[in-house]
C-alpha cells in the first residue's frame, strides 16, 4: 500500500471535507474535491483558496505557499474521476447506509490498492467496511472542527482492517501537520469517549441541587483551569448534538452507568435551549455574548477575631496555611472550642460526613475543596445544618484576600474532585479495554477536548491513590456503579505508578 504524496480525493465538501482538502494540498497531495451536490465542490475549492491567501496575508505560510497549495485542488465531476487515487476520504452524512453506498460505488472505481476512510466520528468503521469486497482497506480518519487548527487526528483500526492502510494514514496525517492517535473501533473512538467524563458528571451535580450551572463552570475554568466551564461548553456545542451523543455513547455501551446522561438535557432541548445558535441555553446570549448575571450580594465583614479551627484529616494540610496566611484567629487544639467556627478539607466526602466521623458540630462545620491549589477560586460546601451566619463567615475570611469563593451545598467530592475523578476513571477504562495506548489516549483528549493536561496525565500530577479515594468515596456514597473504580487505574493506584505505564 503506497503512502507517498500522489494524488487523493476527499468526497464531501461541507465544513469537515474542506479543512481535510487545505491541510492535504499543504501537504504536497494532489486532491479531487467531489460533491453530489451541484456547485458544492467548486464552491469549496473557492471557500479553500480564500482561507489560504488570508493565512498568507498574516504571515502563517510563506509566500507563494497559498497559491502553490490551491493549485493542487481539482473538481472532479464524478466517481469516475476518482480511478488514479491512492486514498479516498469521505465526509458526507453521518449515515451508515450513505456511507456503506459510497463505499460499495467507490469499488467499482479505484484500485484495488486505495484507502477508502471514513471521517465518521460515531459510525463503526467494521459496520462500514462490512458492504465492501475488500473491507481491509477500509479505515477511520476522524479529524476534528475546525481542521485546521484542532492538530489531531483518530486513526481507527475496524476488525479487518490491514495494518498498512492505518500506516498510511497515520504518516499522512503527519505530513498534515496532526497528530495520528491510534483507535481501536469503538464507540466514541477516543476523543468522544473520554468526553463523557466532563459534562456529565457536571450535570448530575446540577441535577442534585448542589450548585448552579454558572458556578459550576465557575469553580471548573478557574479553580480547574479548563478553558471553559461545561455548560458553556455544551451551548457553544450545541445542547441538542451533545444530547444525541450522550444517548447514543449510553446505549452504544448496553447502559453502561459511568456514560448515563442527564435528564435535564433531553427536557432543555425539547424546550428549545440549545445553546448560543438560538441564543439561549445554559445561559442567555445577546448578539453572540453571553449576558452577565447579577451582582452578587455583599459579603460581610471579615472578623479576624472569630476563632477558627482547622482539621488535619484529608487535604487540611493545605489548608491550614491560607488560613493562616489570612490572619485569622487559628486554634492549635486538638479539638476546636465551643465558639469557632469549623472548616474541613475533605477527599472525596462531603462536609457533613467529615463532621461526623470527627465529631464536629454540624452546624458550626464547613468543607473547603483543597485538591487543586487555592490562588484562583475557593469552593465552601456546607452541611445541611450549618448555620447561615457561619456560611457567610467562612465566606468572607476565605475572599478576604480578594480570591473569589462559590458556596456549594452538600456533595461528596465537591465539583472538581468529582469530575476530575470521573474524567480519569473514564480515560483509565478506555486504556483497560485497549482502545488506545495511554499516550494517544492523552494526546487525543489534551488536543481534541482542549483539556490543561491529558486525563491520566491529570490522574498522576494529582496522585492515582487520591484519585482512587475520591471514587470509592462517591461509590460508597451513593452506592451507583457509575463510580466503580477501572481496573486500570485502581492497579496503579496501588502499585504506585503511572497511570500513563502501559501493560506489557
Known amino acids: 500500500m503506497t503512502n507517498t504524496p500522489g494524488t487523493l480525493a476527499i468526497v464531501g465538501t461541507g465544513v469537515m471535507g474542506r479543512g481535510i482538502a487545505q491541510l492535504a494540498a499543504l501537504a504536497g497531495e494532489r486532491v479531487l474535491l467531489h460533491d453530489a451536490n451541484p456547485g458544492a465542490a467548486s464552491a469549496a475549492l473557492a471557500g479553500v483558496a480564500a482561507d489560504l491567501a488570508k493565512l498568507e496575508a498574516k504571515g502563517k505560510l510563506a509566500a507563494g505557499q497559498a497559491a502553490a497549495a490551491t493549485a493542487k485542488l481539482e473538481i472532479a465531476p464524478d466517481l469516475a474521476a476518482l480511478a488514479g487515487c491512492w486514498l479516498v476520504v469521505e465526509a458526507i452524512v453521518e449515515k451508515l447506509e450513505a456511507k456503506q453506498a459510497l463505499f460499495t460505488s467507490l469499488e467499482g472505481v479505484v484500485g484495488d490498492d486505495c484507502i477508502l476512510a471514513s471521517n465518521t466520528s460515531t459510525l463503526e468503521i467494521?459496520?462500514?467496511?462490512?458492504?465492501?469486497?475488500?473491507?481491509g482497506r477500509v479505515a477511520g480518519f476522524h479529524f476534528f472542527n475546525p481542521v485546521p487548527l484542532m492538530k489531531v487526528v483518530e486513526v481507527v483500526d475496524g476488525a479487518l482492517t490491514a495494518p498498512s492502510v492505518t500506516e498510511a494514514l497515520a504518516d499522512l496525517a503527519r505530513r498534515m501537520g496532526h497528530r495520528p492517535v491510534r483507535a481501536k473501533d469503538s464507540p466514541g473512538f477516543i476523543v468522544?469517549?473520554?468526553?463523557r467524563g466532563y459534562g456529565p458528571e457536571a450535570l448530575r451535580i446540577v441535577g442534585e441541587g448542589i450548585a448552579s450551572f454558572r458556578d459550576i463552570d465557575a469553580i471548573l475554568r478557574e479553580g480547574a483551569g479548563f478553558r471553559m466551564g461545561p455548560f458553556e461548553l455544551y451551548d457553544l456545542v450545541g445542547l441538542d448534538i451533545s444530547h444525541a451523543v450522550m444517548d447514543s455513547m449510553y446505549l452504544q455501551y448496553y447502559q453502561e452507568p459511568r456514560y448515563r446522561p442527564s435528564p435535564l438535557t433531553g427536557a432543555r432541548v425539547r424546550a428549545g435551549l440549545i445553546g448560543r445558535k438560538t441564543g439561549n441555553g445554559f445561559f442567555r446570549y445577546e448578539d453572540g455574548k453571553q449576558v452577565a448575571p447579577p451582582l452578587a450580594p455583599a459579603l460581610p465583614a471579615v472578623d479576624l477575631r472569630r476563632p477558627v479551627w482547622v482539621s488535619a484529616r484529608g487535604l487540611g494540610g493545605r489548608l491550614r496555611p491560607l488560613i493562616e496566611k489570612i490572619g485569622a484567629a487559628l486554634e492549635t487544639s486538638a479539638k476546636p472550642s465551643a465558639d469557632a467556627l469549623c472548616l474541613v478539607a475533605p477527599l472525596g466526602s462531603d462536609a457533613t460526613t467529615a463532621a461526623l466521623a470527627e465529631g464536629l458540630d454540624a452546624a458550626r462545620t464547613l468543607a473547603v475543596d483543597a485538591l487543586f491549589p487555592l490562588e484562583r477560586r475557593r469552593t465552601l460546601m456546607t452541611t445541611p445544618v450549618t448555620r447561615p451566619e457561619l456560611r457567610d463567615a467562612a465566606q468572607a475570611l476565605l475572599a478576604s484576600d480578594g480570591v473569589p469563593v462559590t458556596v456549594i451545598h452538600d456533595s461528596p467530592g465537591f465539583v472538581t474532585q468529582r469530575v476530575l475523578a470521573h474524567i480519569v476513571n473514564v480515560a483509565s477504562d478506555i486504556a483497560q479495554q485497549?482502545?488506545?495506548?495511554?499516550?494517544?489516549?492523552?494526546?487525543?483528549?489534551?488536543?481534541?477536548?482542549?483539556?490543561?493536561?491529558g486525563p491520566l496525565a491529570w490522574g498522576d500530577a494529582l496522585g492515582p491513590d487520591r484519585i482512587l479515594a475520591i471514587l470509592e468515596g462517591l461509590l460508597a456514597f451513593y452506592g451507583e456503579p457509575r463510580y466503580r473504580p477501572s481496573p486500570w487505574l485502581k492497579r496503579r493506584a496501588l502499585l504506585g505508578v503511572s497511570l500513563l505505564t502501559p501493560e506489557g
Open 434 to 453: 485497549r482502545v488506545a495506548s495511554p499516550d494517544d489516549i492523552d494526546a487525543a483528549v489534551k488536543l481534541g477536548l482542549g483539556y490543561p493536561l
Open 192 to 195: 468522544n469517549h473520554a468526553g
Open 126 to 135: 467494521g459496520a462500514i467496511a462490512a458492504a465492501c469486497r475488500h473491507p
